[in-house]
């Protein structure tokens, strides 16, 4: 159980291009879902959590309007990269949290998209 | 300021023998443990958790203590096998850390030769 999908696995674009990263709870209902970058040889730098159907909240440095995100659904949450340029080259990692019964409960987590920005 | 630090970048054991991957904190008021496990091109998969009211928690190979004087927590792994090489992070989270997120350590990668 706990299955988290994250599509696409792998994009390569021109700069200029936006970019969306779709991340899916397969057999839970995701509450709160997690959007993390890793830089090579780094841990996961959390970007930003979304609550199904509210705003999300970003951490210090990252740009709201760069990075969109969309929590439409308990299912569903969305990672738009626009206007993505090279330095936005990157692997970027969802997870998933169900908060409704109990509140320690683990993240799980997509594979993650590789993002090339050429 | 790095609240999760795994000082130990990497590990290598022998086969069948005890894998032991340590983590420290600074922030007291983390009170749930986390330890992911992650492949290269993969994100994390949750192996096991310990809340702060506990000091051991068991599932199978894997064993999480917990000192919460020392602010430390480590991971065994018994017997370790080759396919548990992979880079473990460690994770924390509680109400201090704002809405039970996570904070991850940089990982520790663990080389299991056969």
């Known amino acids: 159980g706990a299955v988290v999908s994250q599509h696409p696995s792998w994009v390569i674009c021109k700069s200029g291009t936006s970019v969306k990263i779709e991340c899916r709870s397969l057999d839970f209902q995701a509450t709160t879902m997690f959007w993390y970058r890793q830089f090579p040889k780094q841990s996961l730098m959390l970007m930003a959590t979304?609550?199904?159907?509210?705003?999300?909240?970003?951490e210090q440095g990252v740009e709201k309007d760069k990075f969109l995100i969309n929590h439409a659904s308990l299912t569903l949450s969305t990672l738009t990269v626009t206007s993505a340029h090279p330095e936005d080259s990157s692997f970027y990692i969802c997870?998933?949290?169900?908060?409704?019964?109990?509140?320690?409960?683990?993240?799980?987590f997509g594979d993650g998209t590789r993002l090339s920005i050429l | 300021d790095q609240q999760v630090k795994q000082n130990s970048p990497s590990l290598s054991v022998q086969e069948g023998r005890i894998s032991i991957l340590n983590c420290d904190y600074t922030?007291?008021?983390?009170?749930?443990f986390l330890w992911y496990k992650k492949y290269p091109a993969e994100g994390p998969t949750f192996l096991i958790s310990i809340s702060s009211i506990k000091d051991k928690n068991e599932d199978g190979r894997f064993t999480v203590f917990l000192n919460k004087s020392a602010k430390h927590l480590s991971l065994h792994i018994v017997p370790s096998q080759p396919g548990d090489s992979a880079v473990y992070f460690c994770?924390?989270?509680?109400?201090?850390?704002?809405?039970?997120?996570?904070?991850f350590g940089k990982g520790t990668k663990l080389s299991v030769i056969p």
């Open positions: 997870s998933a949290r169900d908060d409704r019964l109990f509140s320690n409960q683990p993240q799980h």
């Open positions: 994770a924390a989270s509680g109400l201090g850390a704002g809405s039970y997120q996570l904070t």
């Open positions: 979304s609550n199904e159907g509210s705003k999300a909240t970003y």
């Open positions: 922030n007291s008021m983390f009170d749930y």
